[in-house]
């Protein structure tokens, strides 16, 4: 479904740590949407995702489903706002999937976005990068 | 907050392989260095290495030492082997739990019995307090009263070695064959060279040992360990795992299911009282004991994957989906996922009617009631295997 894995440097970013891909598809803007190869290994040992439906409308900056680890939960915070038109089932039964490759077979939702402006507002990698590396201190 | 911590001696040694450090009891320990489950995986199959030394480690010398300690912890002292360890509580005189810990009757080289007492690092400053406290009440009554206590957590380290391996790892640098030990038993014997004290206890449901050495002698004594525990699959282990490992062990850990306000009955560890002696909190216990309307501490195994955690309430009945609609019948005092279950696991006190195994309950976890059943404790029990 998603051939090889994004570069991130492709990739915008949400400072709550997903990650966003954006292309055209049957004309409209779509996202794809993931959580970042920091994020997933700052978490370690997860032990389940919560995934929403297709068809469901999410807001920027709005819950769409957890992330849990021996440790502790987290929630996903959905970086842009549309209707989720592609939910990858099968990252849930393979959340290794998420720790071998964030930026690929780990994506978790498409989003048909609804505000293409709101991308703007995310981070660039090297943005991103830094704001990873002083969360690491 | 990083410049008060305390550090182990095996600080340095944490930083430089990964260890993910967070302030715990203040100090600064390493909750995992690879991944809690590969370390815990690594305990229950082959063997784990724990820096405790935060424990605190608490020496009480003086011909009169076992009358005193007699006197504070709930525990019978008097008559005690030299050599043997037991786990004991000790309370308030409401009969509230102020720490549970180790009691180790050991002989010096020139045969002297003296005590160790191992307390939580979360509870250490208090009990330090508590001890001095009554040894001073006990010299009042008695001025010719020989006992001294010294706080040797500072000047000792401290390494758990535990899982089916462990005796097998340890056994070439100790002076005393730890299968002979037997289990909760203690010795003072050379480990690794220097002058310690071997115990076999542990605190992850797993055989094994609890190695203390002094300070400075612990850095080698760690590495040395690790080196010649690679080839039996040995890892290095945070406090990460620790949790998990106790947890399906269904030891209590202070400050979750123990604290000043739950007694020991409640607790289930009758078996950690002498109420046929004297120490704080005794009569108030008396009494504690015939009063069955307080919540007990219960296991509980999920359905689903969401892992409940501290804190969350446990409810009446899974059948109410609507959590608001359902009575809690008790709260969550500990919770993970279990890696050897494969299942999120929690303990936690619930009323007494609804305390039986088998019992189907739920848990609020973030708004939703996830179907939990009572079940009985521990979650896990090691094989009984004879260690090579």
Same mark, same amino acid.
């Given at each position: 479904?998603?051939?090889?894995?994004?570069?991130?440097?492709?990739?915008?970013?949400?400072?709550?740590?997903?990650?966003?891909?954006?292309?055209?598809?049957?004309?409209?803007?779509?996202?794809?949407?993931?959580?970042?190869?920091?994020?997933?290994?700052?978490?370690?040992?997860?032990?389940?995702?919560? =995934?929403?439906?297709?068809?469901?409308?999410?807001?920027?900056?709005?819950?769409?489903?957890?992330?849990?680890?021996?440790?502790?939960?987290?929630?996903?915070?959905?970086?842009?706002?549309?209707?989720?038109?592609?939910?990858?089932?099968?990252?849930?039964?393979? =959340?290794?999937?998420?720790?071998?490759?964030?930026?690929?077979?780990?994506?978790?939702?498409?989003?048909?976005?609804?505000?293409?402006?709101?991308?703007?507002? =995310?981070?660039?990698?090297?943005?991103?990068?830094?704001?990873?590396?002083?969360?690491?201190? | &907050?990083?410049?008060?911590?305390?550090?182990?001696?095996?600080?340095?040694?944490?930083?430089?392989?990964?260890?993910?450090?967070?302030?715990?009891?203040?100090?600064?320990?390493?909750?995992?260095?690879?991944?809690?489950?590969?370390?815990?995986?690594?305990?229950?199959?082959?063997?784990?290495?724990?820096?405790?030394?935060?424990?605190?480690?608490?020496?009480?010398?003086?011909?009169?030492?076992?009358?005193?300690?007699?006197?504070?912890?709930?525990?019978?002292?008097?008559?005690?082997?030299?050599?043997?360890?037991?786990?004991?509580?000790?309370?308030?005189?409401?009969?509230?739990?102020?720490?549970?810990?180790?009691?180790?009757?050991?002989?010096?080289?020139?045969?002297?019995? /003296?005590?160790?007492?191992?307390?939580?690092?979360?509870?250490?400053?208090?009990?330090?307090?508590?001890?001095?406290?009554?040894?001073?009440?006990?010299?009042?009554?008695?001025?010719?009263?020989?006992?001294?206590?010294?706080?040797?957590?500072?000047?000792?380290?401290?390494?758990?070695?535990?899982?089916?391996?462990?005796?097998?790892?340890?056994?070439?640098?100790?002076?005393?064959?730890?299968?002979?030990?037997? /289990?909760?038993?203690?010795?003072?014997?050379?480990?690794?060279?220097?002058?310690?004290?071997?115990?076999?206890?542990?605190?992850?449901?797993?055989?094994?040992?609890?190695?203390?050495?002094?300070?400075?002698?612990?850095?080698?004594?760690?590495?040395?360990?690790? &080196?010649?525990?690679?080839?039996?699959?040995?890892?290095?282990?945070?406090?990460?795992?620790?949790?998990?490992?106790?947890?399906?062990?269904? &030891?209590?850990?202070?400050?979750?299911?123990?604290?000043?306000?739950?007694?020991?009955?409640?607790?289930?560890?009758?078996?950690?009282?002498?109420?046929?002696?004297?120490?704080?909190?005794?009569?108030?216990?008396?009494?504690?004991?015939?009063?069955?309307?307080?919540?007990?501490?219960?296991?509980?195994?999920?359905?689903?994957?969401?892992?409940?955690?501290?804190?969350?309430?446990?409810?009446?009945?899974?059948?109410?989906?609507?959590?608001?609609?359902?009575?809690?019948?008790?709260?969550?005092?500990?919770?993970?996922?279990?890696?050897?279950?494969?299942?999120?696991?929690?303990?936690? /006190?619930?009323?007494?009617?609804?305390?039986?195994?088998?019992?189907?309950?739920?848990?609020?976890?973030?708004?939703?009631?996830?179907?939990?059943?009572?079940?009985?404790?521990?979650?896990?029990?090691?094989?009984?295997?004879?260690?090579?």
């Amino acid at each position: 479904m998603t051939p090889a894995s994004f570069a991130p440097q492709d990739l915008r970013f949400a400072p709550t740590h997903e990650w966003v891909h954006v292309s055209a598809e049957a004309g409209a803007k779509v996202a794809t949407v993931g959580v970042s190869a920091f994020a997933v290994a700052a978490l370690t040992d997860l032990v389940y995702i919560e =995934l929403p439906a297709v068809g469901r409308t999410v807001k920027a900056g709005e819950s769409f489903g957890e992330i849990e680890s021996v440790k502790a939960v987290s929630d996903l915070y959905s970086p842009v706002s549309g209707e989720i038109v592609a939910v990858n089932d099968d990252v849930a039964n393979h =959340l290794e999937r998420l720790s071998e490759d964030a930026y690929g077979r780990g994506w978790l939702i498409k989003i048909r976005l609804s505000d293409e402006k709101e991308l703007a507002a =995310l981070l660039d990698h090297a943005a991103y990068e830094k704001q990873c590396a002083e969360e690491a201190h | &907050m990083t410049g008060s911590l305390a550090r182990t001696p095996l600080y340095d040694w944490h930083q430089a392989h990964g260890g993910r450090l967070v302030d715990f009891a203040g100090w600064e320990m390493p909750v995992s260095y690879s991944s809690i489950v590969a370390e815990h995986t690594a305990t229950r199959t082959a063997v784990g290495l724990f820096d405790i030394s935060h424990m605190g480690r608490l020496q009480l010398t003086g011909a009169d030492a076992e009358t005193a300690l007699e006197r504070i912890v709930t525990r019978r002292i008097a008559g005690l082997a030299t050599g043997q360890v037991v786990y004991s509580l000790v309370t308030n005189d409401a009969g509230g739990i102020l720490d549970d810990i180790l009691v180790y009757k050991l002989a010096d080289a020139s045969g002297s019995p /003296y005590f160790l007492v191992v307390v939580n690092a979360s509870n250490r400053d208090k009990i330090v307090a508590w001890f001095e406290k009554q040894l001073t009440a006990e010299k009042q009554s008695n001025p010719r009263l020989d006992v001294a206590m010294v706080d040797r957590t500072p000047e000792w380290g401290m390494i758990a070695v535990q899982g089916p391996k462990a005796l097998e790892l340890v056994r070439p640098f100790l002076s005393v064959d730890p299968s002979a030990l037997r /289990y909760y038993h203690a010795a003072e014997a050379r480990i690794g060279g220097p002058p310690g004290i071997v115990s076999r206890t542990g605190y992850t449901g797993e055989d094994g040992v609890e190695l203390i050495v002094g300070a400075s002698g612990l850095y080698a004594l760690w590495e040395t360990l690790l &080196m010649q525990g690679r080839a039996l699959g040995a890892l290095p282990a945070g406090l990460g795992c620790r949790d998990t490992l106790r947890l399906e062990a269904a &030891m209590p850990l202070y400050g979750h299911e123990l604290n000043e306000q739950i007694n020991p009955f409640q607790a289930g560890l009758s078996f950690a009282v002498d109420l046929e002696k004297q120490f704080p909190g005794r009569d108030a216990l008396v009494a504690a004991k015939a009063n069955t309307d307080r919540p007990v501490r219960i296991g509980l195994v999920l359905d689903g994957k969401r892992v409940p955690r501290e804190g969350f309430d446990i409810l009446e009945s899974a059948a109410a989906r609507e959590v608001a609609s359902a009575a809690a019948v008790g709260q969550v005092t500990s919770g993970t996922f279990s890696p050897t279950l494969e299942r999120p696991i929690a303990m936690g /006190y619930v009323d007494r009617a609804v305390a039986a195994p088998g019992t189907t309950l739920a848990i609020d976890i973030r708004g939703r009631a996830e179907p939990a059943t009572v079940v009985k404790l521990p979650f896990y029990r090691r094989t009984e295997r004879k260690q090579a």
